[in-house]
T-cell receptor, first 117, second 115 residues
Framework: GAVVSQHPSRVICKSGTSVKIECRSL??????MFWYRQFPKQSLMLMAT?????????EQGVEKDKFLINHASLTLSTLTVTSAHPEDSSFYIC?????????????FGEGSRLTVL | AQTVTQSQPEMSVQEAETVTLSCTYD???????LFWYKQPPSRQMILVIR??????QNATENRFSVNFQKAAKSFSLKISDSQLGDAAMYFC????????????FGKGITLSVRP
């Protein structure tokens, strides 16, 4: 199946700094990628939909200025957590759907665990 | 708005036995996809099985099968011959057929397998 890679898998940062997480589709092009946040033992919460070459669409309640999303190419989307605070500590997961397919499934990255001290 | 409900937070099954995980959903769409995803301790989301709403036949993937009841908006997952490696969180998910539509997840269920 298609492979989606996230980097870094784990990151620890100090409060007030910014952290960038990359999501790459390794063997397919993805016009759309999705970013999720997941707390322990809970479901995935969609944060935003990332569209190649255009602005991301954020879900209600997600701060656009806090979580910057850039989808600069058909294989790369980035999530930047700006001025991170301890409450931003979480597990972030991206997913992507191959371009040109109406097929159902999304392919998920391995996730990135962010810890803000 | 579409919703996906998994009412059981946890289930346990004896190794080699069969277990059924329940899921209901609500939608006004007539054409859509339903999925079961597995999330093991590694946190990697793995697609277990997919069902297309216009197909009446229940999807099957080796030991995994679904009972899709469109009128009742029910989509349960049956795991046969349970193995220790099946222990994970399982999420039921829904997506309308239209391109670039969002995936809506249920709250998930934690399945443990007793040796």
């Amino acid at each position: 199946g298609a492979v989606v890679s996230q980097h870094p898998s784990r990151v620890i940062c100090k409060s007030g700094t910014s952290v960038k997480i990359e999501c790459r589709s390794l063997d397919f092009q993805a016009t759309t990628m999705f970013w999720y946040r997941q707390f322990p033992k809970q479901s995935l919460m969609l944060m935003a939909t990332s569209n190649e070459g255009s602005k991301a669409t954020y879900e209600q309640g997600v701060e656009k200025d806090k979580f910057l999303i850039n989808h600069a190419s058909l294989t790369l989307s980035t999530l930047t957590v700006t001025s991170a605070h301890p409450e931003d500590s979480s597990f972030y997961i991206c997913s992507a759907r191959p371009a040109g397919t109406g097929a159902g499934e999304l392919f998920f990255g391995e996730g990135s665990r962010l810890t803000v001290l | 708005a579409q919703t996906v409900t998994q009412s059981q937070p946890e289930m346990s099954v004896q190794e080699a036995e069969t277990v059924t995980l329940s899921c209901t959903y609500d939608t006004s769409e007539s054409d859509y996809y339903l999925f079961w995803y597995k999330q093991p301790p590694s946190r990697q989301m793995i697609l277990v099985i997919r069902q297309e709403a216009y197909k009446q036949q229940n999807a099957t993937e080796n030991r995994f099968s679904v009972n899709f009841q469109k009128a009742a908006k029910s989509f349960s997952l049956k795991i046969s011959d349970s193995q220790l490696g099946d222990a994970a969180m399982y999420f039921c998910a829904y997506r309308p057929r239209e391109a670039n539509s969002k995936l809506t997840f249920g709250k998930g269920i934690t399945l443990s397998v007793r040796p």
